[in-house]
């Protein structure tokens, strides 16, 4: 058992995740974040008391000599205290991915990787995992719904000594290439944080590390070219049903609870490493039927009024594609909401998000556009949101500005009626989920 450890900015998916999963091998976890020295007091500090991880300010106070490590993201900016007072105190500096890929040392590691899905994939993965028997410990950047309460995150399950362990790793930064993963799942690749020819080449040197397999979707194996590892390619095209979407699979029906037909893409994934680790079909399918899916992945947040409330993760532009086609229905309208998560991700990827929104949005429909969430630092801020609402009148859409919140706010409550879908979506910024549940209260009635 180890000593002490500090977890900066331990409000963020991963590094909740993390912070509960070095409780089980440290004696103390202390974590810190800027929305608990604002007063905010997020849903998720509770739950991280709960789980023995202590909440404490981030002004370097909890870093001494004794401390062991400071863990940080790749979000963390260099001048943050707890590097000023680790650096002094001669304490190192340890990523996420180093930390969590040294506690996974040893096991039968079963990875998630892609540019989209990876967190709604590892959860069903980790999910039927459980529902089969095999007792796994789950490490994963979003909070399963059935595994989340007030005393739980709901990121993390704490498996057998000798189970596998599922985790999600993350190509954003390119700390995937911490892991040797036995069998791994590679959703997708697309461009996002990096042009695609890098992430390309990102997904080719990670695919290099995979000891065994790798079930990957439709067109990635070109991609990947000769491996080492086993390529098991999936194809399949979802067939709308009235519950939702399904894909067909070794004889069977597969469909899982939330919609879109991307979530049958990635149960197909999910299923299909099960399987191929010798599980049945059979009781796969079953199991993925009960799953309950992922907060803030087209997670519904209203009451069931007559306006739909829907909050969504969606970052990049297949993301955000994929959650509004998900909504959309025909006879409905949707009322979308977007903040981008960075100034230099909108820069990026400016032209495809125009590309994205554009090919989803339908006359009927309309978008609004937040600023840039700023998470502070020396970032270049000379783009900023307008310039993504520009590019989108010019091409038809009805997408126009919300300075903060209470004027996107005013907004909806004018716009709404029953029958619309009200679609929040964005990474970052924890004031956007408790957004939703505001504005789902107040709709609840139409």
């Known amino acids: 058992m180890g000593g002490h450890v500090h977890v900066a900015g331990v409000a963020g998916v991963g590094m909740s995740a993390l912070a509960q999963a070095?409780?089980?091998?440290?004696?103390?976890?202390?974590?810190?974040?800027?929305?608990?020295?604002?007063?905010?007091?997020?849903?998720?500090?509770?739950?991280?008391?709960?789980?023995?991880?202590?909440i404490v300010p981030q002004d370097g106070s909890a870093v001494d000599a004794r401390t062991e490590a400071v863990v940080y993201s790749t979000a963390i900016e260099a001048d943050n205290p707890e590097f000023v007072a680790a650096k002094k105190a001669g304490v190192p500096l340890r990523h996420r991915a180093e930390m969590l890929a040294?506690?996974?040392?040893?096991?039968?590691?079963?990875?998630?990787?892609?540019?989209?899905?990876?967190?709604?994939?590892?959860?069903?993965?980790?999910?039927?995992?459980?529902?089969?028997?095999?007792?796994?410990?789950?490490?994963?950047g979003g909070a399963?719904?059935?595994?989340?309460?007030?005393?739980?995150?709901?990121?993390?399950?704490?498996?057998?000594?000798?189970?596998?362990?599922?985790?999600?790793?993350?190509?954003?930064?390119?700390?995937?290439?911490?892991?040797?993963?036995?069998?791994?799942?590679?959703?997708?690749v697309s461009q996002d944080h990096f042009t695609l020819a890098e992430v390309q080449e990102l997904c080719r040197a990670y695919a290099a590390q995979v000891q065994t397999g790798i079930v990957c979707g439709a067109g990635v194996a070109a991609v990947?070219?000769?491996?080492?590892?086993?390529?098991?390619?999936?194809?399949?095209?979802?067939?709308?049903?009235?519950?939702?979407?399904?894909?067909?699979?070794?004889?069977?029906?597969?469909?899982?609870?939330?919609?879109?037909?991307?979530?049958?893409l990635n149960a197909?994934?999910?299923?299909?490493?099960?399987?191929?680790?010798?599980?049945?079909?059979?009781?796969?399918?079953?199991?993925?039927?009960?799953?309950?899916?992922?907060?803030?992945?087209?997670?519904?947040?209203?009451?069931?009024?007559?306006?739909?409330?829907?909050?969504?993760?969606?970052?990049?532009p297949a993301k955000l594609a994929a959650a509004w086609a998900a909504v959309a229905a025909p006879g409905n309208r949707v009322l979308g909401v977007w903040r981008p998560h960075g100034y230099g991700p909108l820069r990026a990827m400016l032209e495809p998000l125009a590309d994205?929104?554009?090919?989803?949005?339908?006359?009927?429909?309309?978008?609004?556009?937040?600023?840039?969430?700023?998470?502070?630092?020396?970032?270049?801020?000379s783009i900023?949101?307008?310039?993504?609402?520009?590019?989108?009148?010019?091409?038809?859409?009805?997408?126009?500005?919300?300075?903060?919140?209470d004027e996107l706010g005013a907004a909806l409550l004018g716009a709404a009626r029953a029958g619309d879908v009200i679609l929040t979506m964005g990474a970052r910024d924890p004031r956007l989920p408790a957004f939703a549940r505001e504005i789902a209260a107040k709709t609840a009635d139409r």
């Not at 680790?277 to 399918?285: N, R, S, T, V, W």
């Not at 994205?356 to 339908?362: E, P």
């Not at 609004?368 to 700023?374: F, H, N, S, T």
């Open 22 to 54: 070095l409780r089980w091998t440290h004696a103390r976890v202390t974590g810190s974040d800027r929305f608990f020295d604002q007063g905010q007091e997020l849903p998720v500090f509770g739950a991280l008391r709960g789980a023995g991880v202590e």
């Open 356 to 381: 994205a929104f554009a090919s989803v949005c339908r006359p009927q429909d309309r978008l609004w556009l937040l600023p840039v969430y700023d998470a502070g630092g020396t970032t270049d801020r």
């Open 384 to 405: 900023n949101s307008d310039a993504l609402a520009a590019k989108l009148q010019v091409r038809g859409v009805a997408a126009e500005l919300a300075a903060n919140y």
């Open 268 to 316: 197909l994934a999910a299923a299909e490493l099960c399987a191929q680790l010798g599980y049945a079909p059979e009781k796969i399918a079953a199991a993925l039927a009960r799953f309950g899916g992922i907060q803030r992945r087209l997670e519904r947040v209203d009451a069931g009024g007559g306006v739909r409330v829907v909050d969504d993760y969606g970052h990049n």
């Open 224 to 264: 990947l070219g000769k491996q080492n590892a086993r390529i098991v390619e999936l194809a399949a095209q979802p067939e709308r049903t009235a519950e939702g979407f399904a894909v067909a699979w070794r004889g069977l029906k597969l469909a899982v609870p939330p919609p879109g037909a991307h979530n049958a």
């Open 102 to 140: 040294e506690l996974a040392r040893g096991k039968t590691l079963l990875a998630v990787a892609g540019t989209a899905g990876k967190t709604t994939t590892t959860g069903m993965l980790g999910w039927t995992l459980e529902q089969l028997g095999a007792d796994p410990t789950v490490v994963n």
């Open 144 to 188: 399963l719904v059935d595994w989340a309460d007030a005393r739980h995150v709901g990121n993390v399950r704490r498996g057998g000594a000798h189970a596998p362990w599922v985790l999600e790793v993350d190509e954003s930064d390119r700390s995937l290439l911490n892991f040797r993963p036995e069998w791994s799942i590679l959703t997708n």
